[in-house]
């Protein structure tokens, strides 16, 4: 029973979105939405700031609980009002589907045209017409997409963005940003703050206190799920420059593997002192400022 309510869900979401495209030609899209390619280069040649925002976002200002994040009033505002994008300078990404899915496998081409069903009408209300947002496969530019061919380049242009910053990551304490692999190579010096992996939102005001005690030169890096896009907001604010990377190290990790679809990696299993000492992570150890 369920597959075939699946397959009916799968059936209309398609031919809704088909109905959309059609749309598309005389009306232009939804929402407008810069290339993968526009967004890198926007963030090599210029200082903004960005947030992204991808499905789980969307779950959330829905009202509905993430799995690393319980529902919360505040934040589903905050979210809301972020989405809007207010700010000149912060730039505010959301996910490339108003103008075709094809480049996306299977599986998640069902997966988006199914998000559009039910979530096109808050695109509708929270987005700015006036504004072209930035493209959020810039860090999920792999695991997802048919033509991965375009994906080492991508990826090579992503770490020219940091080369030669002073850089903090905010990061839960399984993320690992740049470990075991040259995302952050670049870089002139790597500090972290490791927050909790789960709910950091309970712990907000801590975090950014904490984020705020660092010079103002320093380029923050976010991998913070739905806490990373109000702390990306006030440390704009505040003088900062921000990036919201997201799950950008995991999907860099799954190219390095090769990886044809989502697998474990064996890093994000490793917390604690010990653990990450066992597993020769002392530079990671090193660049930790404070453990919130």
């Known amino acids: 029973m369920n597959n075939f309510k699946d397959r009916v869900k799968q059936s209309i979401a398609h031919q809704y979105y088909q109905r959309y495209m059609s749309t598309v030609q005389h009306n232009g899209p939804m929402i407008r939405v810069q290339s993968v390619d526009e967004t890198i ?16 976002e969307l779950t959330f200002i829905r009202g509905r609980n993430l799995q690393l994040q319980n529902s919360n009033r505040e934040l589903q505002k905050r979210l809301a009002d972020i989405l809007g994008y207010t700010h000149d300078g912060l730039v505010v990404s959301v996910q490339d589907i108003f103008n075709g899915l094809d480049f996306y496998v299977p599986a998640s081409k069902r997966f988006w045209e199914d998000h559009f069903l ?3 009408k808050y695109y509708n209300k929270l987005c700015s017409h006036d504004r072209t947002y930035a493209n959020t496969l810039f860090s999920r530019c792999y695991i997802t997409r048919e033509d991965k061919n375009v994906c080492d380049g991508w990826f090579q242009e992503i770490k020219m963005i940091w080369k030669g910053k002073k850089v903090v990551v ?6 690992h940003n740049g470990v075991d692999n040259d995302l952050l190579s670049l870089c002139s010096s790597v500090e972290r703050i490791l927050i909790p992996p789960a709910n950091a939102f309970n712990a907000y005001d801590r975090i950014l206190a904490a984020s705020c005690e660092f010079p103002s030169d ?6 913070a799920g739905a806490c990373a896009k109000p702390l990306t907001e006030d440390l704009f604010l505040k003088g900062y420059r921000v990036i919201d990377i997201g799950n950008l190290d995991m999907e860099y990790s799954w190219f390095l593997m090769n990886a044809k679809e989502k697998i474990a990696i064996p890093k994000h299993s490793i917390v604690g002192i010990e653990a990450n000492r066992k597993a020769g992570y ?3 150890l090193d660049e930790i400022r404070q453990e919130i």
């Open 282 to 284: 002392l530079q990671y």
């Open 170 to 175: 905010v990061e839960g304490t399984r993320t």
């Open 218 to 223: 320093r380029l923050f890096l976010i991998s």
């Open 118 to 120: 039910f979530y096109h």
């Open 41 to 56: 280069i926007m963030l090599q040649n210029t200082d903004h700031s960005l947030v992204r925002f991808g499905d789980g």
